[in-house]
């Protein structure tokens, strides 16, 4: 899903690194892709560039990290990024934002096991 959004030959395509395996969320696939366009949106709406996503797994931790880090032009909409912590609680997913010099956000997303 995150390379049918941002991948190459997409408006704004990003950096993308992925693990090898499959992704597999608790969540139902149209809250995954509800969240990937409200993260389309963020991302536009504060004007990023080189843009890198990375899905890891962190250790002792039973969720998939999806680590966004950006160059902005414009703050994030406050409208989307409060979708965004919206959607992560509905999903028990946590969401951390930290603006500065650029933009880091990681979302944790509870994880299937396998």
């Known amino acids: 899903m995150l390379s049918a959004t941002f ?54 931790v039973d969720a998939w990290r999806l680590l966004v880090q950006a160059r902005t032009q414009l703050p994030l909409p406050g409208r989307a990024l409060e979708s965004l912590e919206r959607l992560g609680r509905r999903w028990q997913a946590r969401v951390s934002v930290q603006e500065g010099p650029g933009l880091e956000l990681a979302v944790l997303l509870p994880r299937l096991p396998g």
Request: net charge positive; aromatic share 0%.
């Open 7 to 60: 991948g190459p030959g997409r408006p704004g395509a990003a950096s993308l690194e992925l693990p090898l395996g499959p992704v597999l969320l608790k969540m139902p696939r149209t809250g995954s892709a509800l969240l990937m366009r409200t993260l389309e949106r963020l991302l536009s709406g504060a004007g990023a560039s080189e843009v890198v996503l990375r899905v890891d797994a962190p250790d002792g």
